[in-house]
């Protein structure tokens, strides 16, 4: 069964940087869209960013502009690099395939920015 572990989230001051990262067990990655999906308390699961196979990226309009999803398929990893970080971006952040069915989720990292 595929798992995925997400890393990288923090407190981190508005206007700061994160860059999170997912690995996923499995060789997943290299046909799969993988994106980034964040959950703020009280609050639905919102998608963020994906990427496709071969690199294509989308992002949503929340996000563009600030954030940077890349991928790594050798190492079966995902990363999203957030700039200019907002309140508002306070969540907890999962990835999975972008397409479905999708995995099981993770447990997620947790991203807190304070004003």
């Known amino acids: 069964q595929v798992q995925l572990v997400e890393s990288g989230g923090g407190l981190v001051q508005a206007g700061g940087s994160l860059t999170l990262s997912c690995v996923a067990s499995?060789?997943?990655?290299?046909?799969?869209?993988m994106g980034w999906w964040r959950q703020a308390p009280g609050k639905q699961r919102e998608w963020v960013a994906s990427?496709?196979?071969?690199?294509?990226?989308i992002y949503g309009d929340s996000v563009k502009g600030r954030f940077t999803i890349s991928r790594d398929n050798a190492r079966n990893t995902v990363a999203l690099q957030m700039n200019s970080l907002k309140p508002a971006d306070t969540a907890v952040y999962y990835c999975?395939?972008?397409?479905?069915?999708?995995?099981?989720w993770g447990q997620g990292t947790q991203v807190t920015v304070s004003s």
């Open positions: 999975n395939k972008a397409g479905l069915p999708q995995f099981p």
């Open positions: 499995g060789s997943i990655f290299n046909s799969n869209a």
């Open positions: 990427i496709r196979s071969i690199g294509t990226t």
